[in-house]
């Protein structure tokens, strides 16, 4: 058991590495994360300029401020490679050779997702948090930020990181019928954006709304981190919102370990 976790943490530090080794691209992210922020943040100063209430559905202006900017820091570290990778597989014609090695594809693709986390984590999103933090605490005057919360933070967005692998691997699986992806990672992106909250904080939505998307996995990927941070879970809520996430996590990865046993009968190589 030991030698078999071992073999697969050496993807783990592929993952970091890869990210670590391209570093104009993680600059990139970096302006393109704030640019994502600022834009967010002018939306809703407008918004709540042109608004005669101080609050909006539970949301003062710094914890608005502050919510758009996690939500681009969150966007911006917890996505997955994982549905590209398998399709530029697929498109390259090494999906055969990959899928002979002694090595489980599925655990290689979520340990190299890790890497990558772990890097973006330490080279984008703890400097982003930590500067995001100090400009709504001193500038827009934000308030109630609990050290708990904080730290329950990171492994909430662990939790995002996972649901984005295991969504990626299970819309990867077309990429086994039509080789085609980049159409599938738009409609998964979009959908995922909405229903997760990145876009409009869930609270906005209708109340029937709501109560459907609470018991769905889509408000773990970002309305649930940063609810967190900024204390708007109870210690129960907290609870049953990881439970239900841990619990759509492993739903989700037998529906994709059932799928996959399918799609590999399906493969076709092109090239050589």
């Not at 042109?50 to 570290?77: C, D, K, R, W």
């Not at 609470?214 to 129960?236: A, D, H, K, N, V």
């Amino acid at each position: 058991m030991k030698n078999r976790l071992k073999k697969y943490l050496i993807f783990v530090k592929s993952g970091f590495q890869t990210v670590i080794a391209y570093r104009g691209s993680v600059f990139l992210w970096f302006i393109g994360g704030i640019i994502n922020a600022a834009i967010m943040c002018l939306l809703w100063w407008a918004i709540f300029n042109a608004s005669p209430e101080n609050v909006i559905q539970g949301y003062t202006f710094p914890q608005m401020m502050m919510y758009m900017m996690l939500s681009a820091v969150i966007g911006e570290i917890s996505f997955s490679m994982t549905m590209s990778e398998i399709g530029e597989d697929v498109r390259e014609g090494v999906i055969g050779m990959r899928l002979m090695k002694p090595i489980n594809y599925r655990s290689q693709l979520g340990f190299s997702t890790v890497g990558g986390f772990l890097a973006r984590l330490l080279l984008l999103g703890i400097p982003m948090v930590v500067i995001a933090t100090l400009i709504s605490v001193f500038g827009f005057g934000l308030t109630g930020l609990k050290w708990y919360n904080i730290l329950l933070f990171i492994p909430a967005v662990f939790l995002a990181v996972m649901f984005s692998d295991t969504l990626g691997f299970l819309f990867g699986q077309l990429a086994f019928r039509t080789q085609a992806m980049f159409g599938v990672d738009t409609i998964m992106t979009v959908i995922v954006g909405f229903l997760s909250g990145s876009m409009v904080p869930i609270a906005l939505f209708p109340e029937w709304a709501q109560n459907v998307l609470y018991y769905t996995p889509f408000p773990s990927m970002m309305s649930m981190p940063i609810r967190l941070f900024l204390g708007q879970l109870s210690p129960l809520e907290t609870l049953i919102s990881f439970g239900i996430s841990a619990l759509w996590l492993i739903v989700l990865n037998l529906i994709g370990a059932l799928l996959y046993k399918a799609s590999v009968r399906h493969v076709v190589v092109f090239g050589g």
